[in-house]
């Protein structure tokens, strides 16, 4: 039923949009919060095998006072807080803290920025073909129904499998999604999510997604409008200053874009919907980085019946 939804979403957004790939990453725990987390991940992991993908979404789950969060701070520009899941993303969520701990990802840019779509980063070389996880060049960071690609959730590139995460990330913005476009036993929860937020659902079971941006969306919407060149790489480098793991002190929780002041700037899921996504209507763009062979990540849709070798992407 899952593959079905899924697949009927990708067939609608087909017709209408175009979408690209993305990156990889990996980071550990300690002490007594490993031992509940393990126990926490294995208990989600039993329950989410018998959920469809939007069925229970967890992303606006609120941290606790204390609870491990990540912060990306764009030179220029500021700082993105992510709000951590790793009760659904155990392996995830190890390897980013463990990569930011090491300082892995301060100076690296974002080499790939789709409007509409996503940004993403995380490749030391800033050539989408680099990167690698805590655990070695790859792991597999499976996939949660709880969490799905609604605008500002976090996930890893990969090359056409979880099992090929590394260090290559991105954070989506995504469309306005309409109600016509999901089939008639979408989950209601999912389906309210992605008409309020917009998003990319046809990437739901693909990528492992780890993270929700609660506070810096408004930044991660304006990097979404630079300018790029031919593959989508930003004409002007946009660098990770830092990525450094804090502790979330009450700070006000702003998940949606409507949530700050944008003047300026599409305020909106739906206002961000448009021009670029329908230049691009004859294809979809998905988030999956190359193999070895291939010297490229990036990001298909199942609707893609080609291949297309991307720099760690998100098309």
């Known amino acids: 039923m899952l593959k079905k939804n899924i697949a009927a979403i990708v067939c609608c957004f087909a ?14 725990v300690s002490d007594s919060k490993t031992e509940a987390t393990t126990s926490a991940a294995a ?6 095998s018998n959920l469809a993908f939007g069925e229970e979404v967890k992303n606006y789950t609120a941290p606790e006072n204390g609870e491990k969060i990540l912060i990306i701070k764009v030179k220029d520009y500021g700082e993105i807080k992510i709000k951590l899941f790793p009760e659904y993303a155990e392996k995830g969520v190890e390897n980013i803290l463990g990569l930011a701990d090491k300082s892995y990802y301060n100076g690296v840019i974002f080499h790939r920025i789709i409007n509409n779509f996503m940004i993403q980063g995380g490749d030391p070389t800033g050539t989408g073909r680099g990167g690698e ?13 709880h969490l799905i690609h609604v605008s500002g959730a976090v996930a890893y590139a990969n090359s056409g499998s979880t099992a090929t995460n ?3 990330f ?3 913005t995504g469309q306005q999604i309409q109600e016509s476009q999901f ?21 739901d079971g693909s990528y492992t997604v780890f993270g929700q941006v609660f506070d810096g969306l408004d930044i991660v919407y304006k990097l979404q409008k630079v300018e790029t060149d ?9 660098v990770i200053e830092s990525a450094t793991v804090a502790e979330y002190n009450g700070e006000e929780l702003k998940w949606y874009i409507t949530d700050y002041d944008t003047s300026g700037t599409a305020s909106t899921a739906s206002q961000e919907t448009s021009s670029d996504a329908s230049a691009e209507a004859s294809s979809q763009e998905s988030t999956e980085a190359p193999s070895e062979t291939e010297t490229q990540e990036n990001t298909e849709t199942e609707a ?11 098309e």
């Open 15 to 28: 017709l209408t949009t175009a979408l690209s790939g993305c990156g990889q990453k990996n980071i550990s």
């Open 43 to 48: 208990s989600a992991a039993a329950e989410s």
């Open 133 to 145: 996880s805590i655990y070695g060049k790859y792991f597999d960071g499976g996939t949660d129904p």
């Open 166 to 168: 590394g260090s290559q």
């Open 170 to 172: 991105y954070i989506v």
């Open 183 to 203: 089939p008639a036993d979408y989950p209601a929860a999912g389906k309210a999510a992605y008409l309020k937020t917009g998003g990319t659902p046809w990437l």
């Open 230 to 238: 031919a593959n989508d790489k930003p004409l002007k480098d946009v």
């Open 304 to 314: 893609s019946s080609e291949n297309t070798s991307e720099e760690t992407s998100a």
